[in-house]
């Protein structure tokens, strides 16, 4: 599991023993980020979500009452599924989490899975620029930063960084700004996140620069 702070809902994903209407919602949900990574914000109407989901007008404004309150759900849903996404890249990992390879394998394996369907990302951005002008939006964003950056702050320190928490800021920052090149530069695949984290993570946890290859790690690295 990930540390405190980066655990997803259990239900996060598998929809198989949701209710009928929680798994309309859902797919309202999911439409709603396809319109805001297609048109921004700004396109997202009850009739424009309707349409992308397939179903009547009536349905969305059944479940969502404004078009404020489609934007903050899926915002929450979308939050909620890039923590499926970190679970998986926690759980994918073979090797001791308290070491510096295992973390670059950690980010770089979830920047994999995360780019897997890039309108999501174009969504979390989309959104993210909303949250500067939205305090609803404002308060989800933080609270997610926050779990971010603990959940990593408790994984650099068992690495023995000496300012995990500060450490960790650093590598979201350099995270996001990778995500955003690579959604403009699409060459710009995860093993070139890789190679910057070979050269940044030993410096934040106060190790020699790493001799490993650009690989995952093994059980001998």
Request: hydrophobic content about 40%.
């Amino acid at each position: 599991l990930l540390p405190s702070g980066m655990q997803s809902a259990p239900d996060a994903i598998d929809e198989a023993d949701l209710p009928k209407g929680e798994r309309r919602r859902r797919s309202l949900l999911e439409a709603t980020l396809r319109v805001i990574a297609r048109g921004g914000v700004e396109a997202v109407t009850h009739r424009r979500v309707a349409a992308e989901a397939g179903v009547s007008h009536g349905t969305t404004t059944y479940h969502f009452a404004s078009r404020e309150d489609i934007i903050l759900q899926a915002f929450r849903y979308y939050i909620r599924l890039i923590t499926a996404h970190l679970d998986a890249a926690w759980d994918s990992l073979d090797d001791d989490p308290g070491s510096v390879p295992s973390v670059i394998a950690f980010l770089v394996d979830f920047t994999r899975r995360e780019f897997s369907d890039p309108e999501l990302i174009l969504a979390e951005y989309e959104l993210i620029l909303c949250a500067a002008r939205n305090d609803a939006l404002a308060r989800e964003y933080r609270a997610w930063q926050r779990s971010l950056v603990g959940g990593l702050t408790t994984v650099l320190e068992a690495c023995g960084a000496p300012r995990p928490s500060e450490a960790a800021r650093i590598v979201v920052g350099v995270c996001r700004a990778f995500e955003l090149e690579q959604l403009t530069h699409p060459s710009h695949g995860p093993d070139q996140l890789e190679r910057r984290l070979d050269l940044l993570l030993p410096g934040l946890v106060g190790t020699p620069s790493p001799p490993w290859s650009n690989t995952k790690p093994t059980a001998s690295s």
